[in-house]
């Protein structure tokens, strides 16, 4: 059974600080992986989708990493903005399996104006 | 492009009563999948469907909830008889094939009186 761990489970910074999300999985036979942020009250918005063949995935200002044999991802925000502040979860699928996605508890962040 | 659509955004049911949340996919996305995510607590899977088939219900509480995907129309997560703790935010997800990048809609928020 897949377990996705996330910390830390919240941070504070200020603007303009690149900081590290850390997630962790035990289960590594998976086929990607997918970081999603969260707003208050509102739906998920994929962020990025890593494929196990791949070691990282880059979106702006964000950058994922994956690395299967330690069962970690990490993702990574280049100069922060108080726009990124919402809650960011990272999602693994069962190993061997592409259906529905273990979910980790999330890292709140706030970024301070 | 319309993303995955939810309706209704909330649901107000009292005790006893049925709850019906409807999900359509994005154009082209024939994987659908439902998660809850009770207060306090992280988001978990609950089925995956393919249109007119259940692949997997392994999450889906085995009393009073059943998910359906026909071939036309929106996919269906119904909710007989529910009670205080069904109350929770109801998500849908959908992806264009297996382990694609799936897109959340905004939600269902189920509110049990």
């Known amino acids: 059974k897949q377990e996705v761990t996330q910390i830390p489970a919240a941070l504070s910074v200020p603007e303009g600080e690149n900081l590290v999300l850390n997630c962790s999985f035990t289960d590594s036979a998976i086929y990607n992986l997918q970081w999603f942020r969260q707003d208050p009250g509102k739906g998920l918005t994929s962020l990025l989708l890593i494929q196990s063949s791949q070691r990282e995935q880059t979106s702006g200002r964000l950058n994922a990493s994956l690395d299967k044999s330690s069962g970690r991802s990490t993702l990574y925000i280049a100069a922060s903005q108080p726009g990124d502040s919402a809650t960011y979860l990272c999602?693994?699928?069962?190993?061997?399996?592409?259906?529905?996605?273990?979910f980790g508890k999330g890292t709140h962040l706030i970024i301070q104006p | 492009n319309a993303g995955v659509m939810q309706n209704p955004r909330h649901l107000v049911r009292r005790r006893g009563q049925e709850a019906r949340l409807r999900c359509s996919p994005m154009?082209?996305?024939?994987?659908v999948y439902w998660y809850r995510q009770l207060p306090e607590e992280g988001l978990k899977f609950m089925v995956y469907l393919q249109k007119e088939n259940i692949i997997d219900e392994s999450g889906m509480p085995k009393e009073r909830f059943s998910a359906e995907f026909p071939k036309e129309g929106p996919s269906i997560l119904r909710i007989q008889q529910v009670v205080r703790g069904d109350s929770a935010a109801y998500f849908c997800a959908s992806s264009r094939g297996l382990a694609e990048t799936q897109y959340f809609g905004p939600g269902t928020r189920l509110l049990v009186l």
């Open positions: 154009k082209g996305h024939s994987h």
């Open positions: 999602a693994a699928p069962p190993g061997g399996g592409a259906d529905g996605l273990t």
